[in-house]
């Protein structure tokens, strides 16, 4: 899942406090793995957010098989997720694929 889109974030386990955590702006964070079907979908998606609300929100993937820390830390155990992080502090999940207005509305509904 490889996206051309520079505004996209791919913090690992220890970047992830820095890339994440410490943000300024909300953190939409995308759980994917190479392998998930699902995760492809909703991946193109997820980097359309990343240009659409750029300075609002940052957007970031991070790869589950290659980074198991974070996810497992999280509680993530299913994939996709997105978990919409502010201040650092975890406010919203969403588990499976969603469509674009789902998305949109996912993360809308968690902006300031």
């Given at each position: ?5 520079d ?42 957010l ?24 999280y ?10 992080f ?27």
């Amino acid at each position: 899942m490889n996206d051309l889109n520079d505004a996209i974030g791919h913090p690992t386990d220890a970047t992830f406090e820095a890339e994440v955590l410490s943000s300024p702006v909300p953190v939409l964070v995308d759980y994917w793995a190479e392998w998930c079907g699902p995760c492809r979908m909703v991946g193109p998606l997820v980097d359309e957010l990343g240009e659409a609300y750029a300075g609002r929100l940052k957007v970031v993937k991070i790869n589950t098989d290659e980074n198991p820390h974070v996810p497992s830390r999280y509680h993530v155990r299913s994939i996709p997720t997105l978990m919409l992080f502010r201040d650092g502090v975890p406010v919203a999940t969403q588990v499976g694929a969603l469509n674009r207005s789902q998305l949109a509305a996912f993360v809308e509904s968690h902006l300031r």
